[in-house]
């Protein structure tokens, strides 16, 4: 679960509020995966629960300092040597629309792919936009969803070529 | 900004427009349509790319674009100056006075340095070597290249070798920039780079037209033409620009 070796990972530059972990760990991030203080608050409990964290002593304005333990740690060590898997991806929504645009009848496909092209272009745009003003672990967050949105548009002009070579019947 | 208001101004800033472009390869019924009726204006200031599959005539458009190839009805303006009406020699003076082009093979001379490779547009332009160095080393300046001046092409990275051809064609007063694949095969670090120069000469004002069928780069225009089949299926502009 990674809001949560997100956290730890952050807790190794020493003890944190977890307002500083929250506003951390968006930073890191290029605020892409915005976090709401509850999340923060609910996974640090949790963590405390399994003995990842310790809270230190409550200040006079009730807040506790979170720090990482060797258990913790040994987690967070598992977690960077491990790979991640290509998930299963949850059902994409775009691919079942195009697979259904060349089922139904008296859908216009290429129209329905022109359209996608022009808004993962317009996205593609923005993300290439706020990169130029990024450093660091911003930049690489950015730089994936960058070729992840390229990959989209790759396909779809594959699903282009795919459609003027043998185009839907009955269109 | 985002109004289609007819501004005085506006078709002033136009460095290149396209008005209903047709090119037409042969004649009767074996000929073929690159281009049918395109119409595009790029203005200073703005990097306009233009995507497509090939064969769709991306590189027909650029190449009418920077007056290398002329259209078979319609009509392309540079600056202003309508280039049917020009003569060979008149529109020969206009591709080495106006227009910079940066092709995929990036064409440096590999017995000249890059200030050498730089000053020759100028000297070919009739300049003399003292001011078309002086020329020269103020385009690879403006492209944080100067210290690359004395170096040769094959002492030079992709990307280096690309910000050269790229100062070579800006170098002079030349406002339209025309790229042709400009990434060519170099990795996306390097690509993003040039890309980012090539932004860079749009934000300092020139009018920067790429063609391109990489996404990743089509994305740091402002507006992404898609071109297919010869024409101009549809386009994306970024959210910030106004509306032309």
């Given at each position: 679960?990674?809001?949560?070796?997100?956290?730890?990972?952050?807790?190794?530059?020493?003890?944190?509020?977890?307002?500083?972990?929250?506003?951390?760990?968006?930073?890191?991030t290029?605020?892409?995966?915005?976090?709401?203080?509850?999340?923060?608050?609910?996974?640090?409990?949790?963590?405390?629960?399994?003995?990842?964290?310790a809270p230190g002593e409550q200040d006079e304005q009730g807040r506790v300092v979170y720090?990482?333990?060797?258990?913790?740690?040994?987690?967070?060590?598992?977690?960077?040597?491990?790979?991640?898997?290509?998930a299963d991806r949850p059902r994409d929504e775009l691919v079942i629309k195009l697979a259904m645009a060349m089922t139904a009848p008296g859908?216009?496909?290429?129209?329905?792919?022109?359209?996608?092209?022009?808004?993962?272009?317009?996205?593609?745009?923005?993300?290439?936009?706020?990169?130029?003003g990024a450093g660091g672990a911003q930049r690489l967050v950015l730089d994936s969803m960058i070729f992840q949105a390229e990959a989209e548009q790759r396909w779809l002009a594959h699903c282009e070529a795919v459609l003027a070579a043998s185009p839907k019947e009955g269109a | 900004m985002t109004s289609r208001d007819p501004d005085p101004d506006a078709s002033a800033d136009v460095v290149a427009r396209l008005v209903e472009v047709t090119r037409q390869h042969g004649d009767g019924a074996g000929s073929v349509r690159a281009l049918k009726g395109v119409s595009l204006d790029v203005a200073a200031g703005e990097l306009v790319a233009v995507m497509g599959p090939s064969g769709s005539g991306k590189s027909t458009l650029l190449n009418l674009a920077g007056g290398l190839d002329r259209a078979t009805s319609g009509e392309v303006e540079v600056e202003g100056v309508a280039l049917s009406g020009l003569s060979a020699a008149d529109l020969a003076a206009l591709r080495r006075r106006r227009v910079g082009y940066v092709f995929q093979d990036l064409n440096l001379i590999p017995s000249l340095t890059a200030a050498e490779n730089v000053m020759l547009p100028r000297e070919l332009d009739g300049v003399r070597t003292a001011r078309a160095r002086q020329e020269a080393l103020a385009a690879l300046e403006e492209l944080g290249a100067a210290d690359l001046a004395d170096r040769f092409p094959e002492e030079m990275s992709g990307g280096q070798?690309?910000?050269?051809?790229?100062?070579?064609?800006?170098?002079?007063?030349?406002?339209?920039?025309?790229?042709?694949?400009?990434?060519?095969?170099?990795?996306?670090?390097?690509?993003?780079?040039?890309?980012g120069i090539l932004r860079g000469r749009a934000d300092a004002g020139a009018a920067v037209l790429v063609v391109t069928h990489e996404p990743r780069y089509a994305a740091w225009a402002d507006r992404v033409v898609f071109l297919k089949d010869g024409e101009i299926a549809d386009a994306a502009e970024a959210g910030l620009v106004s509306a032309r």
């Open positions: 679960m990674t809001i949560r070796h997100g956290l730890l990972a952050l807790l190794t530059q020493g003890p944190r509020y977890g307002y500083q972990l929250r506003a951390e760990f968006e930073a890191s290029g605020a892409t995966w915005p976090l709401n203080i509850g999340q923060v608050y609910t996974t640090l409990s949790r963590m405390e629960r399994d003995g990842l964290v720090s990482i333990t060797d258990k913790g740690r040994a987690e967070l060590e598992r977690w960077f040597a491990t790979p991640v898997r290509q859908v216009d496909v290429a129209r329905v792919v022109q359209a996608q092209r022009s808004a993962t272009m317009r996205t593609l745009q923005e993300l290439t936009r706020a990169k130029r | 070798r690309q910000r050269v051809a790229i100062a070579r064609a800006l170098v002079g007063e030349r406002r339209l920039l025309l790229a042709d694949e400009p990434t060519g095969a170099v990795d996306t670090l390097v690509g993003d780079e040039i890309l």
